[in-house]
Structures are given as C-alpha cells and as structure tokens.
C-alpha cells in the first residue's frame, strides 16, 4: 500500500519569493511521484513527475522536484513565485506497475501575497 | 485533441436519490479514473477502468458503481444518495506506457 503527507496544508509567501511545498511518500514497492496543481473550480493539472533518471524534474513553469529515495520524498520547488502561481498542489504516487490508481496527498494551498 | 470531458458540470440531487456522472475520454485512451473530492476526506480514489473493465477499486461502499463502455467512454453511478456524497467528482483517462493521468474539470455534485 501507498500514502502520501503533504505537510503543510497552506503556505502564504510573497510574491517574487522562494517557496517549498513538502511531500513524503511511503511504499513497499517502487512507485512513479507526481506534482499536480487544481485553480479553482477546476479539475487537475499535471505540473510535473518523476519515473525514473534524473532525481531532478523541471516543468515549464519555473517549478522544479528533488526525488530523494532515502528520505523518501518529493519537495516542489520555485525560486520566484507569482501571484499566478495561487492554487492547490497535490502530491501523488502510483505504483510502477501498469495501474492508473493514484494516491495523492491532502494538498497544500499555496497563497501568493503581493 | 478534446481532452477529458466530464458532464454535467453541476448537479444537486435530493438525498435518497440516485445520480450517473458521465466522462468521455482523451481519444484513444483506454484507461479512465474516476475520483472523488471532498475538503474533509481530500482525493480518494474510486475505481478505474481499462478496456471495459474494472482494473482496480477503492474503498468506497457497493452504492458507488461505474462502467465503460466500447468506446472508452465511462459512468459512474452513486444509488441512495447520502448528504456525504456532496463533492467534486473528477475523471481521469490514460494509456498504458504514458505515465500521465489527464483530469476533466469534474462534476460538482450537491446533494440536500
């Protein structure tokens, strides 16, 4: 069985800053990790993931993840965020196995002041 | 390419009622996810289908059901409907070997 903890339920930051949104997985098998982001009243976006390689993973938007097996976890990153960058992220694990089955965690809402 | 179309959009049900959300998949794909979203309980997962049948389930009780169609399009039906049931009910289709779940906008389903 899979679980996902996000940490931090929000994260208020200002904009042009640094953020980090923290997420630890747990299984017993190997597992594909995944960051998607939800604006309202939408459904979900995928921002970025990680199946295998670089433990490093970038989207196009400036966010990036840090796969780190040992501590088995996910950490979204930015270096500079934007008041568009306002949303929920979800952090979510699926076996490697050929499932679509996704466990996410509880999200983190991400609140850019100006 | 249309993506993932879920319908309808917005939905209020009296309690004891039953509900069918539809979702059409991305073409081609053949793997459609359906979840559900509450602030209490998050996103849980309710089951998947592939090909016409039911690969996986979650916990959820016998009063959530769903099927696939030949087309890939999916239902899911909720009977007896609770007051619980209240939630924004997402789909999701895929295909084996791309690694990525593509979400509908979901159906907003409200139940009094």
């Known amino acids: 069985a899979q679980s996902v903890t996000q940490l931090d339920s929000q994260v208020p930051v200002f904009e042009e800053a640094p953020v980090e949104l923290r997420c630890n997985y747990s299984s017993s098998v190997s597992v594909y990790l995944f960051w998607y982001v939800q604006y309202p009243n939408q459904g979900l976006q995928l921002l970025l993931k990680?199946?295998?390689?670089?433990?490093l993973v970038e989207s196009i938007n400036g966010f990036e993840a840090e796969f780190n097996k040992s501590q088995t976890s996910f950490h979204l990153r930015k270096p500079s965020v934007h008041i568009s960058d306002t949303a929920e992220y979800f952090c979510a694990v699926r076996g490697s196995s050929n499932t679509g089955k996704l466990i996410f965690g509880q999200g983190t809402t991400l609140q850019v002041k100006p | 390419k249309a993506g993932v179309t879920q319908t309808p959009r917005y939905l209020i049900k009296t309690r004891g009622q039953q509900v069918t959300l539809s979702c059409s998949p991305i073409s081609g794909h053949r793997s459609v996810s359906w979840y559900q979203q509450t602030p209490g309980q998050g996103l849980q997962f309710l089951f998947e289908?592939?090909?016409?049948?039911?690969?996986n389930k979650g916990n959820f009780p016998g009063r959530f059901s769903g099927r696939q169609f030949s087309n890939s399009r999916s239902e899911m039906n909720v009977s007896t409907l609770e007051l619980g049931d209240s939630a924004l009910y997402l789909c999701?289709?895929?295909?084996?070997?791309?690694?990525?779940?593509?979400f509908g906008q979901g159906t907003r389903l409200t139940v009094v």
């Open positions: 990680y199946l295998s390689g670089s433990t």
């Open positions: 289908y592939f090909s016409e049948t039911q690969r």
């Open positions: 999701a289709s895929g295909e084996p070997g791309t690694d990525e779940a593509f």
